[in-house]
């Protein structure tokens, strides 16, 4: 059975820092596309960052470009979000996702979410 589970979000402070991990069990992830997801209160949820199955360049949304790095660490089948300079936008439950190996794959996986505060 396939997991994803997130964590490291927290209350942090407009200028702060958090780290998030995304551990997935269940079957490799290697070759498979990666993806950081958000949703604040009343909105939908949105893109954040993603790694290709190709890997290991990260491609990001405008709003957390210079701000966020994604990661991959193929040996401990995780991926991270490391979020920088963090601002009261950057507020929601943050999402972790996974797509089947290869080319051409949507997300099929996705974990439980972790909060994430950002206080002005």
């Known amino acids: 059975q396939v997991q994803l589970v997130e964590s490291g979000g927290g209350l942090v402070q407009a200028g702060g820092s958090l780290r998030l991990s995304c551990a997935a069990s269940?079957?490799?992830?290697?070759?498979?596309?990666m993806g950081w997801f958000r949703q604040a209160p009343g909105k939908d949820r949105e893109f954040v960052a993603g790694?290709?199955?190709?890997?290991?360049?990260?491609n990001y949304a405008d709003s957390v470009k210079g701000r966020f790095t994604m990661s991959r660490d193929s040996a401990k089948n995780t991926v991270y979000l490391q979020m920088g300079n963090l601002k009261p936008e950057d507020t929601g439950v943050y999402y972790c996702?996974?797509?089947?190996?290869?080319?051409?794959?949507?997300?099929?996986?996705w974990g439980q979410g972790t909060q994430v505060t950002v206080s002005s």
């Open positions: 996702a996974a797509a089947r190996p290869g080319p051409g794959n949507g997300y099929d996986y």
């Open positions: 269940g079957r490799t992830f290697s070759r498979s596309a």
């Open positions: 790694i290709p199955w190709s890997g290991p360049s990260a």
